[in-house]
Each structure stands twice: as C-alpha cells, then as structure tokens.
C-alpha cells in the first residue's frame, strides 16, 4: 500500500502545480490581450515590441504581472514534471528556469524608450529579450525527448515538438526582421517585428500550456490508482491428506 499512498500524494501535488501553472498561463495570457486591445492605438502590436507597454499610462504594472504570471506557471510546470518522475534533470531544467528568469528580468528593467540602447536596464532587457525568444524552442525540444521515454506523456510529445519548432521558425525570422534597424526599408514600408515577436511568445505559451495540461491527466489518473489496493498474492495450493 505504500506505493499506492505515494502515488497519492504526488497525484495532488502535481495536479496543484498543474492547475496552478494553467490559471498562471491564463492570467498571462488575458492581461497581454488587454493590454493589446486597450492601447492599440499607443503601441502597434504590428511593429512595436511586447516591452514598450511598460511606457503607456498604467501599463507598466500589467505588463509586469503578466511576465512574472508566466515565468510562475513554467516553474510550477517544470516542478510538476520532475515530482511526477519524468527524468527533467539538466538541459530541460536549466533552459525552461532561464527562459523563466528572462522573463522577470526583462519585466523588471524596461528597454530603453530610443532607438538605441543607452542604460544598463536597457541592455540586461536586451539579453532577457533574446532569451525569451530563444530559449524556449530549445528547452521544448529537449522536454519532448524525455518525455517520450513515459507512456503516459507520448501523447504530447509531438505536440511540444510542433510547437518548439514553429516558435524557433518564428525567432528566427524575427532576428531577420531587425535587420530593418541596420538598413532602413530594407524589407519594405512596413516593420512586421511587433506581430512577429507577439506570435513567438505565443507559441512558447501554447508548449508550457501543453505541458500543463498533460500534467493535469498524468496527475488525475496518478490520484484515481490511490484506491486501488495491490493485488494480493496467490494462496498455495492446500495439501490433500494423503500426498
């Protein structure tokens, strides 16, 4: 039965990180939506970055509780893994905690409001900013490979993988529209970056999303084996009198 108690227990506590990480996710999620609705007109999502919210009348405290809301459900995710026994240890781990850390660092020092970075804070959210477009491709990547050693996470691996990969595609063309910054027109009238960079930081939503979920059933289905009881061991036979 100690095995079954076990299970128990690291049913509810994984199932807690999962639904935590996923109200994280939503809160996230829906801030960044409002704050593209509400200052449509003061920030284009087509051109201007994700950052430059923090610089519009009450923006700076949304775009802050939205990064920290996001790097919280991909801690909680990653810890939720590794307490259900997936194997996280090393690049999984490091990536998805970095990635996370870029999060709240690029949150907490705002970019530099000029075409040029000026500040100290204005480079550290330099560095974060390229972390978050990066890092998560890779940490997917590197989950989906572990991942596929389990049963009961190979439903999502292709998912993660699909995922990690259009975001890393995404990136990169982002990387490519900067080019704009060195050779002005390069690409033509309009600076896609904004909208770019918005759909990689969505995709990177959807692969912890993904993780979450498939957290969720591994911990439901972990906490619907804790009734059952281990199967008793067969009885031998009784002797009849005589043999």
């Keep these: ?36 609705v509400t200052y449509f007109r003061e920030v284009d999502p087509i051109s201007v970055p994700l950052s430059y919210y923090a610089f519009v009348d009450g923006g700076e405290q949304l775009f802050f509780s939205a990064a920290v809301a996001l790097a919280v459900g ?13 194997r996280m240890a090393g690049r999984p781990t490091v990536l998805l905690a970095v990635w996370a850390t ?3 660092l690029a949150a907490v020092f705002p970019a ?10 204005g480079w550290v959210h330099q560095f974060a900013g390229a972390g978050i477009l990066a890092l998560l491709s890779f940490a997917g990547l590197a989950a989906a490979a572990r991942l596929a050693e389990y049963p009961e996470w190979r439903p999502v691996v292709s998912t993660v993988r699909t995922l990690s ?23 033509g009238p309009v600076d896609v970056g904004g909208v770019l960079q918005r759909m990689v930081l969505a995709f990177d939503v959807a692969v912890v999303a993904a993780l ?3 957290l969720v059933r591994v911990s439901w289905h972990a906490l619907r084996r804790r009734g059952v009881p281990a199967p008793a061991a067969p009885t031998p036979p009784t002797a009849l009198p005589g043999h």
Excluded at 74 to 86: E, I, K, Q
Excluded at 112 to 121: A, H, Q, V, W
């Design 212 to 214: 979450a979920v498939q």
């Design 1 to 36: 039965m100690g095995g079954v108690e076990r299970s128990g227990r690291l049913g509810v506590a994984t199932l807690l990180l999962a639904v935590l990480a996923l109200l994280a996710i939503a809160r996230s999620t829906i801030i960044m939506v409002y704050l593209g």
């Design 112 to 121: 530099d409001d000029s075409p040029r970075i000026l500040t100290f804070g």
């Design 102 to 104: 870029c999060l709240v």
């Design 74 to 86: 991909a801690l909680a995710v990653l810890v939720g893994m590794a307490r259900s026994g997936v």
């Design 165 to 187: 990969i259009a975001a890393a595609v995404l990136a990169v063309a982002y990387v490519v529209s900067r080019l704009d910054d060195v050779v002005p027109g390069i690409f």
